[in-house]
């Protein structure tokens, strides 16, 4: 018994047989065509599959997964209020654990040109931030890590 020749390619349409086609077996006989259509398609998704496994390999790369390379790579963030303390420094606590994060500060109201320069501290559980205009007011800030 012989197996079909399979060819990876995408067949637009599958044979039917009709009540009128000849039941002639064969490589080329008309009762094998659409088994060996369907073959076809068969080894091209096989094709297609391999390739799309091979990449979301190499994506996931040493990480063994995607969402595990998603969650190393991923940045977190923190956002809040806080109040700006002017030269004296305001302190906002966190519980991130090292320094390597980076912080945005906002005022959140009109600071009447009282903001000055704006400074800030990093520490591992917390962050000052300091402006030299002396604006002690409503602010908001976003840790990104």
Known sequence: MANLSETAKWEDGIF????????????????????RQLANRTQYLKQ???K??????????????????????EKTSAMGDFTYNGMTGATVPHSIGHTNYSVYVTPSK??????????????????TV???????????YQITH
């Open 16 to 35: 039917q047989i009709e009540t009128t086609t000849p039941a002639l077996g064969g490589a080329d006989g008309p009762v094998n065509t659409a088994p």
């Open 48 to 50: 297609q599959t391999d």
């Open 52 to 73: 799309l496994n091979s990449a979301v390999t190499a994506a996931a790369g040493s990480a063994g997964s995607i969402d595990a390379r998603f969650k190393a790579v």
């Open 110 to 127: 009109t600071t009447g040109g009282d903001l000055g320069d704006v400074y800030v501290d990093r520490a591992k559980n917390s962050f």
């Open 130 to 140: 300091y402006n030299s205009g002396g604006y002690t007011g409503a602010g908001r």
